[in-house]
T-cell receptor, first 113, second 113 residues
């Protein structure tokens, strides 16, 4: 069974600074998908960024980028130029080719003004 | 925009009551999911459905059942609510089994007394 580990229960960052959230996973599959989701306080969870394992190039979405290290089974999220609206709980998720998702425990990100 | 709605944001029930949580999506998605979210445990899959009248057990199905009579609606049923089912319940939907975005509802916070 796949497992997803987010080793940082809480992180904080100064507004306009950069922060990196860690995620590691365990799988025996060679093809899969990885995601970062954001859950703002009392609001719906939304997709931040996704990565397909067969793609070597790291995904980027505006201020959000990932560092995907397939051999190390690592999938970290970098948030550049942090904004107050980035404050949320962030979940790393693994999805197998069969479509089953496994989520990490989440990292609560605080942005300090 | 895809919309996933849940019938209640907050619910208070008594031990032993039968509880229905309703979820509706408006994008004709094949797949629908029920998760529970608990602090420090991330999201855990209760049940999912990949078609009308089809259902599959997730990782923690005990004490729950589901119903999908129409494509847009996926119901979670607690046959006899217990205090250990106090949690946040999230519904989600997505189109396929690949890297498609999974859309989440706003969640139902259930308190069982």
């Amino acid at each position: 069974a796949q497992t997803v580990t987010q080793s940082q229960p809480e992180m904080s960052v100064q507004e306009a600074e950069t922060v990196t959230l860690s995620c590691t996973y365990d799988t025996s599959e060679s093809d899969y998908y990885l995601f970062w989701y954001k859950q703002p306080p009392s609001r719906q969870m939304i997709l931040v960024i996704r990565q397909e394992a067969y793609k070597q190039q790291n995904a980027t979405e505006n201020r959000f980028s990932v560092n995907f290290q397939k051999a190390a089974k690592s999938f970290s999220l970098k948030i550049s130029d942090s904004q107050l609206g980035d404050a949320a709980m962030y979940f790393c998720a693994y999805r197998s080719r069969a479509g089953k998702s496994t989520f990490g425990d989440g990292t609560t990100l605080t942005v300090k003004p | 925009d895809v919309k996933v709605t849940q019938s209640s944001r907050y619910l208070v029930k008594r031990t032993g009551e039968k509880v229905f949580l309703e979820c509706v999506q408006d994008m004709d998605h094949e797949n629908m999911f029920w998760y529970r979210q608990d602090p420090g445990l991330g999201l855990r899959l209760i049940y999912f459905s990949y078609d009308v009248k089809m259902k599959e057990k997730g990782d923690i199905p005990e004490g729950y059942s589901v119903s999908r009579e129409k494509k847009e609606r996926f119901s979670l049923i607690l046959e006899s609510a217990s205090t250990n089912q106090t949690s946040m319940y999230l519904c989600a939907s997505r189109e396929g089994q690949g890297p498609e975005t999974q859309y989440f509802g706003p969640g139902t916070r259930l308190l069982v007394l």
